[in-house]
Structure formats: C-alpha cells, structure tokens
C-alpha cells in the first residue's frame, strides 16, 4: 500500500481543509493508502519514510525547525507536493511581517518550491478538493500524462500572479479578453477594464490560480484538471 504523509509548515490548514472537504471521496483515498504521518489525523510524532509527502505551507527562513522540516521531508519522500499556493508560489506569506511576539519581527518566508526540489504542485488558497483528490489518485495509478502540468508547476516557483499575467500575456499583446484569470482570483484581485485585466496589486496574494488558469500563459493542459 502506497504510504503518504500531510506535513504542515508556515500555514493556516486551509489546504487540509479543504482536503477534509472531500467528504466521501477522503474515505476512498484514504482506503487506497497508508496515512503514516499528519498532524492532525494521524497519531505520528516523526515523519517517517514515505511515498507521497504533501506538504501545505511556506518556509520560515528565520526558524531552523521549518527549514530543517523541508530538508527532511526530501529525504524521506518519493514524491514532494506542494499543496496551496503557500507551498507552490508563496502566496500570502509573501506579504508576512512576523510572528505573534509581542514586538515588532519581520521574518521571511519562501515557497517550498524555492527550498527544495518539488515534483508536483497543486495551486490554489486553497487547492479545491477536487483537485487535491484527482492528483493523489492519478499518483496512485502512475498517470504520469495527467501529473505533467502539476510537475510544469512546481518548476515556475514564485513567477505566478497578477503581475505575471500583465508581463507574460498583455504585455505581449497575446490577451483575448476572455477574463478567466478574473474569475479565477479567488480575492477579486483582478478586474476586467476595456477588455483586458487590470491588477490590484493591494489584494493580489500571489496563489498563482490567474496564472494557472489563463490559457494564453503556460498551462493550457492544467485547467480542466483543478476544477
């Protein structure tokens, strides 16, 4: 049976959230695997060896315990996921002043794909579940031709927010004004103007979904697959 570990880092749940979200269809994973590791659902203190590791969260790279956590996890994983956009492009904690002490901190924070070498990223603040259930199950049957968007994901990193689409797509006079990447911007970052998007860089939270979902950009093949 095929073993699989939840680790959370620098993360609000959200992602395993969402996960839970499944309802009957987390049974059915859940009968397909081994869960050997998650903190909140499983009773294990160490991450132990594995075959998938999702991981939810960015990295703090003020706290040696994040950074070794990450470190771990790529030793004892075959396969690494970044779950959410924290883990995959940074997300909000791009934004992040500090922790709750009672004094000014500013800590900084990455993705995880900027930390390690990830396999496969999940996009999203937080992923649907939908999505999160389709890829451990492609996982599971080895459907390599529907893991390759997510593998094309974890390879961009932090290049993946409204300022991305403006760059890549209308810069370049390639916009159709279809608006999906407005639709998709799950914090109504993105605003239709003239037929071309308008970004509010004030709301943008960097998860990565415009550019995901904008079929002009890199990942035609990945839209269909998150939904």
Known sequence: MVKVAHVQLCSCCGCLVSLADTYEKLLDVLNSIELVYCQTLADAREIPECDIALVEGSVCLDDHHSLEVAEEVRKKAKIVVALGACAATGGVTR?????QMSKPVHSSFSPLTEVIKVDLA???CPPSPEAIVSVITAALNGDMEYLQPFAE??????????????????????CMGCGTCASACPTRAIEM???RPNILKELCIKCGACSVQCPRIRFPGLIEKIE
């Not at 934004?95 to 922790?99: L, Q, T």
Request: overall charge negative; proline content about 3%.
């Open 153 to 174: 994901f974890a390879e961009l990193g932090s290049e993946a927010c409204g300022c991305d689409v403006i760059s890549k797509v209308v810069n370049k006079s390639l």
């Open 193 to 195: 103007l003239d037929g």
């Open 122 to 124: 999940i996009p999203g």
């Open 95 to 99: 934004y992040c002043k500090g922790n």
